[in-house]
């Protein structure tokens, strides 16, 4: 699947993601690392296999999320805009897990992020953890 989404997006990726040319392959895979696992950037650039600076990390993360967003949003991302579909998708929500308000669900994996100083407490997930 990695390298079906790859070959979609690759003529949109840039082959300079740094002042050294960067492989198309590697922004994306690196992007796919940090996406799929939560590490912070400095873990990802370090890997054994990817050694890239923090900098060009982050720039491969946001080029290749551009690239999917753009590439394959249309055909895999889609939110309700009528609303007789939203209220449908509300009562569902209500009926089935007792969320109201709710037209989606995303499944994502949580991410350890700092402490905010103000409102800390609205930041914690169900783990426990910010």
């Known amino acids: 699947m990695a390298h079906y989404i ?3 997006i690759l003529p ?11 492989q198309p392959s590697t922004s994306f895979f690196s992007a796919l ?12 650039g370090q890997s054994y296999n990817i050694s890239m600076s923090q900098q060009t990390v982050s720039r491969a993360i946001m080029e ?11 055909e895999w991302i889609r939110f309700p805009t009528i609303v007789e579909e939203k209220n449908v998708l509300k009562a569902h929500f209500m009926q089935s897990a007792g969320f ?31």
């Open 100 to 130: 109201p308000g709710a037209i989606v669900a995303i499944e994502c994996t949580h991410i350890e992020i700092i402490a905010p100083a103000i409102e800390e407490h609205n930041y914690l997930n169900r783990k426990g953890f910010h």
């Open 64 to 74: 290749v999320t551009s690239a999917i967003v753009t590439v394959l949003g249309q």
């Open 33 to 44: 690392y940090f996406n799929a696992t939560g590490s912070y950037l400095r873990i990802v």
């Open 6 to 8: 790859l070959n979609i």
């Open 12 to 22: 949109t990726i840039s082959t300079k993601t740094s002042v050294l040319a960067i």
